[in-house]
């Protein structure tokens, strides 16, 4: 595919997502979405397949295609997976070209660093490429990152989630750091949050929200809850959200370990739901315990505009998200001892419950301004409109008219 010179009229612009979820990225990627929407008019996100996300960008005004992509997975750092990468490779590259020949876009707004294909396809094809990295693996070999950061290059803009992020990304390939701006990320949050209650009544409501994964350290939290009623310290746990397909082993795994710990009583499997607020709103404390690299940290942004105090891993990303706060409180959960740790900010905060309780609602103030979503749509918006122009923009046909995804299938 060689570099479009033409003055044909722009297409569209187009995003690529990985994922049809609503977890943190798919989150952010709606933002960047409906934002784009109403700063460019047509826009074509590109998904793997049906999911919580694709009615929500509709309604944003967005067309939905279904195409298939090649996504880098920690399964394949092991080599009896490097078949399947290569499978993988083959067969994203055909669905990528064609799409990219008959949309013709403007731009392509690439929303992670996982596909690595659509970048360099992307600046063959004559398109304005914004990377979008929402990962810093600092944990991992150099090598790996090194490898995770190269598809990134051929992006005219890269945008990062945090100094963290960007950090880990520029120590990589220092070339990036010319082309890479920090973002905030944008989260909407309730308009006039409730204040937690005022008598905590004996009972202390903990609110987990997130992908069920050894990597979030849900495991740590079933510990922490037995060193809780140890200690003669009544609390009761909701874990909202599920496991990634094909990983239903942790939950069978965080099961028995709540069965051995003795604390089936207190913890709560509540499922995925896409609308976490009320959940928000009847918990009296929120904890973010990743035992890995955490890039920003959405589900601690969400605790603090929702009024509510926050338990985190005090590490990478997360440290940077809640940095300033007064309702926060932390656990080195990379610590042998992060369970005890976990116990002491949970014991922390219902005993300074009058003061944190108050902090929480001035810091929700504060999140409010600090993530506004309209400033964090401004400058994905800006950084897309960074495109040359090629002639007139074509009509934005289409738009929040389509009820169904086009399938985009490798050969």
């Known amino acids: 595919m060689s570099p479009r010179t033409d003055h044909r009229p722009q297409g569209p612009v187009l995003v690529v997502h990985p994922s049809s979820d609503l977890y943190g990225a798919d989150r952010m990627l709606l933002e960047s979405v409906r934002q784009l929407v109403a700063a460019h008019g047509d826009v074509v996100v590109a998904v793997p397949g049906p999911g919580p996300l694709v009615p929500r960008l509709l309604a944003a005004g967005a067309r939905v295609e279904e195409v298939f992509s090649l996504v880098l997975e920690k399964r394949f750092l092991e080599p009896r997976h490097w078949p399947a990468l290569l499978h993988d490779t083959a067969a994203g590259v055909l669905p990528a070209v064609r799409m990219l020949r008959r949309l013709r876009p403007r731009a392509v707004y690439v929303s ?6 659509w970048p360099l396809l992307a600046r063959r094809s004559g398109a304005h490429v914004v990377v979008h990295v929402h990962e810093a693996e600092l944990e991992m070999p150099a090598l790996i990152r090194l490898g995770l950061a190269l598809p990134v290059l051929p992006a005219h803009r890269a945008l990062v989630n945090s100094e963290c992020t960007l950090g880990g990304l520029v120590e990589s390939v220092p070339w990036l750091a010319r082309r890479a701006t ?6 909407a949050g309730p308009v006039a949050p409730a204040p937690a209650r005022a008598d905590l009544d004996g009972r202390l409501r903990i609110l987990y929200v997130g ?33 990634v397909p094909g990983k239903e082993w942790y939950e069978e795994k965080l099961r028995q370990a709540i069965d051995t710990a003795g604390v089936g009583a207190r913890i709560r499997f509540r499922g995925f739901h896409a609308d976490v607020w009320p959940w928000m709103a009847a918990a009296d404390v929120v904890v973010v315990p990743p035992v890995v690299t ?33 309702s926060v409180r932390g656990a080195d ?3 042998p001892d992060a369970a005890v740790q976990l116990a002491d900010a949970f014991e922390a905060v219902r005993d300074d419950w009058p003061r944190i309780r108050a902090a929480a609602v001035a810091d929700a103030a504060v999140a409010r301004v600090r993530h506004d979503p309209r400033v964090y749509g401004a400058q994905v918006a800006e950084a897309v409109a960074a495109a040359p122009v090629r002639g007139r923009p074509a009509a934005a046909g289409g738009r929040g008219r389509t009820s169904s995804i086009r399938q985009e299938r490798p050969a």
Do not use: M, Q, W
Not at 112 to 117: D, S
Not at 307 to 326: F, I, K, M, S
């Open 294 to 326: 955490e890039a920003f940290g959405n589900t601690a942004v969400e605790a603090v505009l929702a009024a509510r105090p926050v338990v985190v891993a005090d590490h990478t990303g997360l440290r940077e998200a809640v940095a300033g706060y007064g």
């Open 211 to 243: 992908r069920l994964s050894e990597r979030k350290g849900v495991h740590l939290l079933v510990d922490a809850l037995r060193v809780l009623e140890d200690r003669g310290i009544d609390a009761v746990l909701d874990l909202v959200g599920d496991v």
């Open 333 to 335: 959960t990379f610590a």
């Open 112 to 117: 992670t660093e996982v596909l690595p294909l």
């Open 182 to 187: 920090v973002v905030l990320n944008g989260v």
